[in-house]
């Protein structure tokens, strides 16, 4: 029978952890990755940890998934493993990855037919916001789904935004964030590397950017990083580069079905792109800067680059 007060988190991974630990406060909230190393972590957080990702969900009133891409949601739901058959009628399923507004329709249509709602819920903020509440989450799903899932979204975010009615809403304007996010980020690795080219401290240039018009989320989130990008290890993996190949990959495959032209979104994505072609995938996203300028030029080579 499904539990109103329980919360199954798929994907333990640099969002899906924070985000089950900061349910943890609040509901009982089981957890299943296919790390070992994930599922020792959340055992500690709180979390109770499952083997497999149908025992976690049985009998959970809200299923959450942090997955990768539209491949991975399908194989969640429907795979061998997948936990939409042991979901009861009147569950839920929150969505919080960002995998494209066309895959969410046949989802939502196979889980109607068990009785099962879907709240499209991509989030933002990154693994540090997730732990303390406060992502921003643009939500579209029917209204009685949203009711049963609105306590868990609660618990996440500071800023809430209904979108529509319609499961899909949300990865369109999730979308829509990824523009603005991928070119941000891109134009942050360029003004950057030009700092440093003209001999400028890029530290303070970094202050500096920040205090005035030129200051973003994003130039004041990736900046520090892109500092460490040229060291041996790099910065601290919180978003990897190839997720914005395939955000941005998204952005253009939306654009070009609504006939509209992203020229700034398509140039961001083919440095991106580059970046994994260079090994850079697995890496932070603000490895970025390492595709625009290889080495820095007040300083020594890349290793390896």
Known sequence: MTSTDTVAVLGLGAMGLPIATRLAGAFAVRGHDIAADRLRLAEQAGIAPHPTARGAAAGAGV???????????????????????????????????????????????????????????????GPARAGAGDLLVVVGAEPAALAAARPVLERLASTLTVVGDAPGDGQALKTVNQLLCGVHIAAAAEALALADALGLDPARTLAALEAGAAGSFMLGNR???????????????????????????????????????????????????????????????????????????????????
């Open 63 to 125: 299923v959450l998934l942090a997955v990768r891409d539209a491949a991975q949601l399908e194989e969640a739901l429907f795979g061998p493993d997948g936990v939409a058959g042991v979901l009861d009628p009147g569950a839920v399923v929150l969505l919080t990855s960002t995998v494209g507004r066309e895959a969410v329709p046949p989802v939502v249509q196979r889980l109607r037919e068990r009785g099962v709602g879907l709240v499209d819920a991509p989030l933002s903020g």
């Open 223 to 305: 900046g520090p990083r892109m500092l460490e990008a040229y060291d041996d290890d790099g910065a601290e993996v919180l978003s990897r580069l190839d997720i914005f190949v395939k955000d941005l990959g998204i952005v253009g495959d939306a654009a070009r079905t609504a006939g509209l032209a992203t020229p700034v979104a398509a140039a961001a994505e083919q440095l991106f792109l580059l970046g994994r072609t260079q090994g850079l995938g697995a890496a932070d996203d603000s490895a970025v800067i390492r595709v625009v300028a290889p080495g820095r030029r007040g300083g020594p080579e890349t290793p390896g680059a």
